[in-house]
């Protein structure tokens, strides 16, 4: 099974090196890597500095345009002085020759790799890739890390998301295995991650430990005390009246130690739960969550299965977790995903993303306002069909219909259907095929037209204090690096077919922003690039 592919963001500058750029994102994508790239002005009012961080956050390695223009851009120099605080790998490709003197400071100890010189752009290529697959598992980690260690910042470093057991044992094994070459680093953010996990477990451990001694203490001393009645029997202790009171005695003695210790663990432990209990409440009872959690039940490129039993390993190990009221969607994502890479021998590994400004615990009754959409596709068409989407869709459909959720339960739905439940109101720009110049995209002027797709604009206001989820299990495909969900009458016949007859969930995630306050995207689906298309 093929691994996820490396994440590069390049950074040019359009002035000198726009055509450049296009050619190396390209270069890059039949390559086998994720390239990206800022091709849109920053809109007047936009926060151009948060916009491109989330680009070089979500990065692999940064791939920096050399040129006469680039080395004099404010924004070009800002990208490099992020990529570095970052931690991220930084290569830089020479696209125009510039003087040693006006190269960045941040870039005077990297290799340089010409584009420039007499050797063709085939090889200067094949040298860039080469350099980008040196160390390429420890890089995706480093993302990896970098996106659950800001998670846990943004939380106010709350212990619930601090790594634990196998996940913990990993992230140790990839701090010590840090590349000696310069060109990644470990974070201040990671390490201080890092190292509060591996705090919190010793302390974990240690309150493990003095409990299992004071067991243990407690029951030397019922034992020592036992064995010292014995000695006195064998001596004659006075007449058996008097041995009955003492062997009472002690035997009493001995049991209400361990009563004593009992009471006290039962205490300790009822006080943590309890104090547990109260921080989940407190989630629970906020009126203020925002955001959206999106779950993808597999990497990006890797295989989501269907199963043999009823249902996807992804569905059954996700709902046992989270039939757990005291256990957060993050967590049980989390939790599921050791069961799900053993039942699929390592080879499906769901991903979560997240701006979420708290943690939704499914299972705990609320006040907020419950939405949900469920959608499994099983018997296609014009394409192979599945077995379990269905009875996967069925699934979250009565657990969630169990919590209170106000539930559409759709299968086998067509494209038109779909559209009707989410409808496209704009193009996201940030992951769009690039369609610049074809005729199926047009602005109208109710709405915008992209392919089939067309809906007038929105302008419903969010309701408050709601939480919308919704749920697919079925095919999906990616076309230029943009996911599709594979309505019942899919026509895959060729990228053109398919995304005119397909929906794409951003589509789904922009009408989820647009309705509720708070609203969750769970994917049991793989995005394979079923066509070969450039990814984006």
């Known amino acids: 099974m093929a691994q996820p592919s490396l994440k590069v963001f390049i950074s040019y500058a359009r002035r000198d090196a726009d055509a450049f750029a296009e050619d190396l994102l390209a270069g890059l994508g039949a390559a086998g890597f994720e390239a990206s790239l800022d091709r849109h002005d920053i809109a007047a009012g936009e926060d151009w500095e948060a916009r491109l961080e989330g680009l070089i956050a979500q990065a692999d390695t940064v791939v920096f345009v050399v040129t006469p223009a680039a080395v004099q851009s404010e924004r ?36 340089f790799i010409f584009f420039s010189r007499d050797a063709s752009f085939a090889k200067a290529l094949f040298q860039l890739a080469s350099a980008l697959r ?26 619930l998301l ?51 001694e004071s067991m243990a203490a407690a029951q030397g001393a019922k034992e020592e005390a036992l064995r010292n009645l014995s000695r006195r029997t064998i001596l004659g202790l006075g007449a058996s009246g008097t041995l009955a009171v003492a062997a009472s005695g002690l035997a009493y003695w001995g049991v209400n130690a361990e009563a004593r210790f009992q009471e006290a663990r039962r205490r300790s432990e009822e006080a943590v739960k309890v104090a547990r209990d109260e921080e989940i409440q407190r989630q629970v009872d906020r009126k203020d969550l925002t955001g959206q959690l999106t779950v993808f039940s597999t990497l990006a490129g890797e295989a ?63 006040d907020r306002k419950l939405k949900a959409t469920v959608v499994g596709v099983s018997n296609y068409i014009n394409i192979s069909q599945l077995k379990n989407p269905r009875n996967d869709a069925a699934a979250w459909s009565s657990f969630l219909k169990g919590l209170g959720f106000a539930t559409v339960d759709v299968f086998d739905p067509t494209l038109e259907t779909l559209q009707s439940m989410f409808p496209v109101t704009s193009i996201d720009e940030a992951s769009a095929p690039d369609m610049r110049d074809s005729s199926e995209v047009k602005i109208v002027k109710a709405g915008i037209s992209v392919g089939a797709q067309t809906a007038p604009l929105s302008s ?67 995005f394979t690039d079923a066509y070969g298309t450039r990814s984006r």
């Open 304 to 366: 989501a299965y269907d199963g043999d039993g009823d249902n996807s390993p992804f569905t059954s190990a996700v709902l046992n977790h989270l039939a757990d009221r005291d256990t957060s969607l993050f967590d049980a994502i989390v939790s599921a995903q050791a069961e799900i890479l053993a039942q699929t021998s390592g080879l499906q590994r769901p991903y979560i993303s997240t701006d979420f400004n708290g943690e939704i615990f499914l299972s705990r009754p609320s």
């Open 76 to 111: 070009c120099a800002w990208e490099v002085a992020k990529a570095d605080f970052l931690g991220k790998r930084v290569l830089p490709v020479v696209a125009i020759d510039v003087a040693d003197d006006q190269l960045p400071s941040a870039l005077s100890r990297r290799n």
């Open 162 to 212: 601090l790594l634990r057991g196998a996940e913990l044992d990993a992230a140790r094994a990839w701090l010590a295995e840090t590349p000696d070459n310069e060109t990644a680093a470990p974070t201040l953010l990671q390490r201080d991650f890092i190292e509060s996990s591996i705090a919190y477990d010793t302390s974990q451990l240690r309150v493990e430990r003095e409990r299992l």
């Open 460 to 526: 419903k206001a969010i309701e408050p204090n709601s939480l919308e989820l919704f749920f697919y299990a079925g095919n999906g495909v990616s076309i230029e690096g943009v996911p599709y969900l594979l309505p019942v009458d899919v026509d895959a016949k060729s990228p053109e077919t398919a995304i005119s007859t397909s929906m794409r969930l951003s589509a789904v995630s922009d009408q989820l922003r647009r309705r509720a306050q708070a609203s969750v995207l769970i994917v049991d689906s793989n």
């Open 134 to 159: 040196t160390d390429v598992k420890w890089l995706r980690e480093h993302t990896r890390l970098t996106d659950i260690a800001r998670r846990w910042r943004d939380r106010n470093k709350s212990e």
